[in-house]
């Protein structure tokens, strides 16, 4: 077995400028955090959902706040960052930095409906430059194409760190040991012809009559295989590593769709389009507001290329 030497703070100081490594890094430890929260489950008391409901109209996880929490206390105290964005967040928190470099936007737990039940979650990052002028929600309605970095935390057997940077996709593996992210997958690349669909098939009916004809004609062939977690770090995470295609279309009940373009799609999508994947247009779609919800096809450049054709 290959020892895995090469550290994350190692990594990043050979291929990031040092602003961002530290941004990254701060990402890291809240991730570490929010692990710890999770592997205690009901032991730590943080299991469970609270009276509230966020500004996407969902009730909070109490895990949801803490996680929250935490990517907020790591985040702010960040000389580079400007200004954060997240899910559980109505509008952005500004920093007075008129200097500082970056924005970041992030969902702190994704999937959160599964952490009851012990179903990988993940926390969800999106890096963009932050823009000279004032800084406000604004400053944050950027295509994803701009995003200087993104990535994921996803919580499963192993915790794992996945980092995209123009033309790059690496793995990182906590050591359960140490607790430190290690270098496990240098260029992660999507497997491309994987005939593996991963949607919510119980909304077929709802969705563009052209995609649903498609889907079933797919499993009626007999030739595809399906996997829905439900928690889409676990199903893109697994997409990396063996293809197939990820859906989550508009629907006839939800014409803008379910997932989350600025902290969700745009993220998934920069990571997906780094590792030679595709995530259709959603790179090119300018954001109009800071929760703005998108439909989301992404994985194998084939498959998603013929559902986008019947998308509409
Ligand atoms: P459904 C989790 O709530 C989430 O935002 C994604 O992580 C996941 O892919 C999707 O929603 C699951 O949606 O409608 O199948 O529960």
């Not at 008391?45 to 929490?69: H, I, M, P, W, Y």
């Not at 430059?129 to 990535?151: C, E, K, N, W, Y």
């Not at 919580?155 to 980092?163: A, K």
Request: charge should be negative; proline fraction near 5%; include cysteine.
């Amino acid at each position: 077995m290959t020892t895995h030497s090469i550290t994350l703070a190692h990594w990043l100081a050979l291929h990031t400028e040092t602003a961002l490594a530290s941004v990254l890094l701060d990402l890291a430890h809240a991730s570490t955090e929010i692990a710890g929260l999770i592997r205690g489950g009901a032991l730590t008391g943080a299991l469970g959902s609270l009276d509230n409901v966020n500004v996407q109209g969902e009730t909070q996880k109490r895990l949801d706040v803490l996680a929250n929490d935490i990517c907020k206390r790591h985040l702010a105290a960040n000389p580079a960052i400007a200004a954060i964005a997240s899910e559980e967040e109505d509008n952005a928190i500004v920093f007075a930095r008129p200097d500082a470099a970056y924005l970041v936007a992030f969902d702190p737990l994704d999937g959160s409906s599964n952490i009851d039940v012990n179903v990988t979650v993940g926390t969800i990052f999106s890096i963009l430059p932050a823009p000279a002028t004032t800084i406000d929600d604004t400053a944050f309605l950027q295509s994803g194409h701009r995003q200087v970095a993104a990535g994921y935390v996803v919580y499963g057997p192993q915790i794992c760190l996945l980092l995209a940077l123009p033309g790059q996709v690496v793995q990182f593996t906590a050591d359960p040991a140490s607790g430190e992210f290690l270098l496990t997958h240098d260029r992660l690349s999507i497997p491309a012809g994987a005939r593996v669909i991963s949607a919510n098939v119980s909304n077929q009916s709802r969705w563009p009559p052209d995609l649903a004809a498609t889907i079933q004609q797919w499993l009626d062939s007999g030739d595809y295989n399906m996997r829905w977690v439900g928690s889409m770090v676990a199903d893109i995470h697994r997409i990396l590593h063996q293809g197939g295609v990820f859906l989550y279309p508009t629907q006839s009940d939800r014409p803008q769709g379910k997932l989350r373009l600025l902290y969700e799609c745009n993220p998934i999508g920069f990571i997906i389009e780094n590792a030679q994947g595709s995530a259709a247009d959603t790179l090119q779609t300018t954001p109009t507001s800071l929760h703005q919800r998108v439909g989301f096809i992404a994985g194998d450049q084939e498959a998603v290329t013929t559902l986008s054709d019947h998308s509409t």
